[in-house]
């Protein structure tokens, strides 16, 4: 593990649910892991704590409850790094005292990270550098959602960009800090085997799914203006179709890579009012039962019987360039599914004349699944001989090359990683402006669809794979969604 120099990291929404659940601790286990000095300063900001002593006890809560086994000195020692500044974000009142106590540490990388409502991070932006603490040692992240389409994207992007240059704007997607997705660059780019087959000659098409179980839960004003598409697709699930299709960089530096998924985003065939009906399907969740219990449909949770709001979407994208031409993405993702799972299925093609007696049973396409979650995951379906005397029988075995499990490496969290990176100043897997505006072009003309067409979301039951249609999708083409997760 390589120590980084002392930062300071302030936490705009440090009450909040994000940062108890995922950056208190991620920071918390970096530090247990030697990664984080003694000198720095972890500062949350939020209105609600009058003391950094509360403060203090609400996040030492917060950790014991994420990591197993955290050891109590090691705690109380990281707590020492841990500070409060009660402020409302909104109001000038308060900020010059504000500033002046994050100047005390002097020189050194100071990350603003806003974990609040998006509607703040204008304010807030415009305030960090109306105080002087947009320096050039200074770096701001933020979260998604950003904006809710291309023109409010736009205008989030121009108010980061008037107080921080591009080099400092850290926009987070924490599916790209899971281990799989950078096995999935590792595979890809550091063997010969896979990038010679990685293309439409010898690839049949790609599923991507982010499945849910859970339904609103606490964020239903936000989702129910949201839905499935501006939440999941917009972000995570176009950014896992970039990893996938992007041609190889010349390095692993940021804009290398970046440059590269932006092509991406723009060689995506368009999806607007003449084909919306074809390739994409919406579902809106009823009761059912999901992970063995009753439960409600999305209008009764919501309380609002109206909603238009698709808790689910199934679609086809295809990547206009000639690696890909002729290639189906599919992608699905959707609340209130019977199983949790997030997963790319890269799909070869059909051996092109078989040798087989039909005794020998199928010969089944080969198969690169990459699991990014419950359990990170990496597996290569190959045929084989079945062992054993009587006669030639194939057998499909998963080749599984996630070796976590071997080396005895505990799979880290994907803030962990991200947040060293935002101090290190490494870019690489972090959004530019350019790819989250390109991905806001493509959505947007399938949601203009979705609103001039009156047909509703349609129905599926909590604890189903979305509606019939999204079924009918794929099996239209002569497919069918993988079946470890359907
Ligand atoms: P949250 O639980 O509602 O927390 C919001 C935080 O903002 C609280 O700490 C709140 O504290 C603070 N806050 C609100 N108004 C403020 C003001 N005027 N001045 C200073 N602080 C203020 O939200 P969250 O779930 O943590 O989400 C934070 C951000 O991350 C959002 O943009 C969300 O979309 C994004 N996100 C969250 C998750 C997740 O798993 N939670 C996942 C992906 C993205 P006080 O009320 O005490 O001021």
Not at 281 to 299: I, N, W
Request: hydrophobic content about 45%; overall charge negative; some cysteine.
């Amino acid at each position: 593990m390589i120590a980084v120099d002392p930062f300071d990291l302030v936490i705009f929404g440090g009450t909040g649910d994000l940062a108890m659940r995922k950056l208190l601790p991620a920071l918390f286990r970096r530090y247990a892991g030697g990664q984080v000095p003694n000198e720095s300063r972890i500062v949350g900001v939020a209105r609600s704590h009058d003391s950094a002593e509360n403060y203090r006890g609400v996040v030492r809560e917060a950790i014991k409850r994420a990591v197993a086994n955290a050891d109590a000195q090691t705690l109380e020692n990281f707590l020492g790094l841990v500070h409060y500044y009660g402020l409302d974000a909104t109001q000038d009142a308060g900020w010059r005292e504000f500033a002046d106590t994050i100047a005390t540490s002097g020189e050194r990388v100071r990350v603003f990270y806003l974990s609040t409502s998006p509607d703040l991070f204008v304010g807030i932006c415009d305030r960090l550098r109306q105080y002087g603490l947009n320096g050039k040692d200074a770096r701001v992240v933020i979260e998604k959602p950003i904006g809710h389409d291309l023109a409010s994207a736009t205008a989030i992007n121009n108010a980061v960009g008037a107080a921080f240059a591009e080099s400092q704007v850290f926009r987070i997607d924490h599916y790209l800090g899971k281990e799989t997705v950078q096995n999935l660059l590792a595979l890809r780019f550091g063997n010969v085997l896979f990038e010679p087959l990685w293309n439409a000659a010898h690839i049949d098409h790609v599923q991507i799914t982010v499945a849910e179980t859970v339904g609103l839960e606490k964020r239903a004003t936000y989702y129910d203006t949201a839905g499935a598409l501006r939440d999941m697709v917009q972000n995570h699930m176009l950014q896992l179709l970039c990893m996938v299709a992007m041609e190889a960089p010349a390095s692993l530096d940021a804009d290398a890579v970046r440059d590269e998924k932006l092509k991406v985003l723009r060689s995506l065939k368009g999806i607007d009012q003449n084909n919306a009906i074809l390739f994409t399907v919406r579902g809106q969740y009823r009761a059912g039962a999901t992970d063995g219990a009753p439960v409600r449909g999305y209008p009764e949770d919501l309380g609002k019987p109206t909603s238009q709001t698709e808790t689910f979407v199934a679609l086809k994208a295809e990547v206009g360039n000639w690696r890909w031409a002729g290639v189906p993405f599919y992608l699905r993702t959707g609340k209130r599914l019977p199983q949790r799972v997030s997963e790319i299925v890269v799909q070869f093609r059909s051996i092109p004349h078989s040798i087989f007696a039909p005794s020998a049973g199928p010969v089944m396409p080969n198969k690169l699944v990459l699991r990014l979650q419950p359990d990170e995951a990496v597996t290569l379906s190959l045929m084989i001989k079945s062992p054993g005397p009587g006669g030639l029988r194939l057998q499909e075995v998963p080749l599984d090359m996630s070796f976590a499990e071997a080396f005895g490496v505990a799979q880290p969290d994907a803030y962990e990683r991200l947040l060293l990176d935002v101090v290190r100043g490494n870019l690489t897997l972090f959004m530019r402006r350019d790819e989250v505006e390109a991905a806001w072009r493509w959505i947007d003309p399938i949601l203009a669809a979705w609103e001039t067409n009156p047909e509703a979301p349609k129905a599926y039951t909590s604890g189903t794979w979305g509606p019939s249609a999204a079924v009918a999708l794929i099996e239209r083409d002569g497919r069918t969604w993988h079946e470890d997760a359907a």
